[in-house]
Structures are given as structure tokens and as C-alpha cells.
Antibody, heavy 120, light 107 residues
């Protein structure tokens, strides 16, 4: 079965960069699909942040385009989120998820989420 | 970006009742709408894809309908395990976006 698991620092200071890891088991991220980061703010709003495709191409939400980078380590079947210059408004639960059926698809597998707090 | 408006924000129901959730898109999106359930402290779970297509493992009491700009998720006979937040997501155009959600609570 496909499983995704996020990991990260939990707490980041304002102006620093955050780095999160998504470890995928049960499916190779180089076989197919797009591998995404989605965040959920306090109050529950969901925001798609970006993806890295099975081929390595990336796409980002324009609202984040100058601050975000998604990369991968195919040997470990992991992909990563880096978000620069964080503020308290980046406090959220961060999910990684698989997107099935590009371009007009849906998120069929999600991680359990990792909570990130931005605070000094 | 396409805006998805979900209503109502909160639905109060008794077990066994039928309930419907609304999701309205700011422009026509065909049937590129998908529904998710999120229980307390859980991750979103896919319930319905492409407006009305069922998902393996999801109880048959969940159904979806609609096209264009107006979409509905229905639960035929609510059970206590259905208490959760429900979100719609559009994939007609990027960036993909989500509605703000409807909270289902017990009366």
C-alpha cells in the first residue's frame, strides 16, 4: 500500500528557511504521478503549495513562487519542501500527497501531516 | 484562481438523517471537482472524484452530483463516524484550489 510520511523540525524562527521531508513507501516517486505539498492553516484553510512530478519537473503556487523549492532524492524515495523567509503566517500543518490523474486529477494518498510553528 | 464557496459552514444533523453539502465554483469547471473528509486530527480522505464517481472503500451512503459551477455531496443516512469536516477541490485549472469546508456536527 502507498504510504507517505512527513518529517520536519516542528519550530522555525521568523526569516529562517523551513525544510520538510516526505518519505514515500509502496510506490516509486519516479514511476508516475505528481508528488505534492499542501498546507492547512489554523482555521483549516487548505492551500496547494507545489509538486514535483515523476520526471522531476516542478510546479509551484504563484503565491509562493519566489520562496518555494521542491526537490527529491530518488535513491531514498523522498521529496522535500524548502520555504524561505518564513513568517508567522507560515504556521500550519504541512501535508505531502500524491496527485493522480494529471492535469485534472485529485489527491488520493496523503501523509499524516507535520505541524510547523514559526515563532521567535 | 478559481474560488470554491462551500455552504453552509456548519451542518447539524441527527444520526440516520440525509445531509447535503454545497460547493459552488466561481467559473465553470465541468466535473473536475473532488470531495474529501477530514476527521478530527486526521488527514483528508478522498470520498468522491470527478463530481460523482465513487471511490473504492468508501461507504455507498456517500454520493456526489453536479457539473459546471454547482456541486453537491450527499450522505444518505448519517452515522456517527461521519462527523468531520468536508472539503471540495477543483482541478479544472492550476493552481488547484480547495473550498473552506463544511463542518458536520451532531445535534
Amino acid at each position: 500500500d502507498v504510504q507517505l510520511q512527513e518529517s520536519g523540525p516542528g519550530l522555525v524562527k521568523p526569516s529562517q528557511s523551513l525544510s520538510l521531508t516526505c518519505t514515500v513507501t509502496g510506490y516509486s516517486i519516479t514511476s508516475d504521478y505528481a508528488w505534492n505539498w499542501i498546507r492547512q492553516f489554523p482555521g483549516n484553510k487548505l492551500e496547494w503549495m507545489g509538486y514535483i512530478s515523476y520526471s522531476g519537473s516542478t510546479s509551484y503556487n504563484p503565491s509562493l513562487k519566489s520562496r518555494i523549492s521542491i526537490t527529491r532524492d530518488t535513491s531514498k524515495n523522498q521529496f522535500f519542501l524548502q520555504l524561505n523567509s518564513v513568517t508567522t503566517e507560515d504556521t500550519a500543518t504541512y501535508y505531502c500527497a500524491r496527485y493522480y490523474g494529471y492535469p485534472r486529477g485529485y489527491f488520493d494518498y496523503w501523509g499524516q501531516g507535520t505541524t510547523l510553528t514559526v515563532s521567535s | 484562481d478559481i474560488l470554491l464557496t462551500q455552504s453552509p459552514a456548519i451542518l447539524s444533523v441527527s444520526p440516520g438523517e440525509r445531509v447535503s453539502f454545497s460547493c459552488r465554483a466561481s467559473q465553470s469547471i465541468g466535473t473536475s471537482i473532488h470531495w474529501y473528509q477530514q476527521r478530527t486530527n486526521g488527514s483528508p480522505r478522498l470520498l468522491i472524484k470527478y463530481a460523482s464517481e465513487s471511490i473504492s472503500g468508501i461507504p455507498s451512503r456517500f454520493s456526489g452530483s453536479g457539473s459546471g459551477t454547482d456541486f453537491t455531496l450527499s450522505i444518505n443516512s448519517v452515522e456517527s463516524e461521519d462527523i468531520a469536516d468536508y472539503y471540495c477541490q477543483q482541478s479544472n485549472s492550476w493552481p488547484t484550489t480547495f473550498g473552506a469546508g463544511t463542518k458536520l456536527e451532531l445535534k
